[in-house]
């Protein structure tokens, strides 16, 4: 079993940054690909980035967010974050992390296999 904990949301005005960060437990996590998904309400989930398992470590990033936001992960700390920058208010949504046991990055949803709980990020203008 997977615990991933999201931290890190917030508050922010437009043009501000956030990092937010994602804490896994229970199982070997440097192997395993790690993504970013954001849901805001009356909308999907949408895919936001994904970085696979080492030792690849590849990265990928949705259109909406290319160029202001990075994943990175620290496999000594089991953290794997996402550095949000020229924020808008449309990045206002509930954020969360997501985890797969093979350190295959991709961008569809149904494919992670251990979830977090989320946390909101608000952007005001």
């Known amino acids: 079993q997977v615990q991933l904990v999201e931290s890190g949301g917030g508050l922010v005005q437009a043009g501000g940054s956030l990092r937010l960060s994602c804490a896994a437990s229970?199982?070997?996590?440097?192997?395993?690909?790690m993504g970013w998904f954001r849901q805001a309400p009356g909308k999907e989930r949408e895919f936001l980035s994904a970085i696979s398992g080492t030792p690849s470590a590849y990265t990928y990033y949705g259109d909406s967010v290319k160029d202001r936001f990075t994943i990175s992960r620290d496999n000594a700390k089991n953290t794997v974050y996402l550095e949000m920058n020229s924020l808008k208010p449309e990045d206002t949504a509930v954020y969360y992390c997501?985890?797969?046991?093979?350190?295959?990055?991709?961008?569809?949803?149904?494919?992670?296999?251990?979830w977090g709980q989320g946390t909101q990020v608000t952007v005001s203008s």
């Open positions: 997501a985890a797969k046991t093979n350190p295959y990055a991709t961008r569809e949803s149904r494919r992670y296999d251990y």
């Open positions: 229970g199982r070997t996590f440097s192997t395993g690909a």
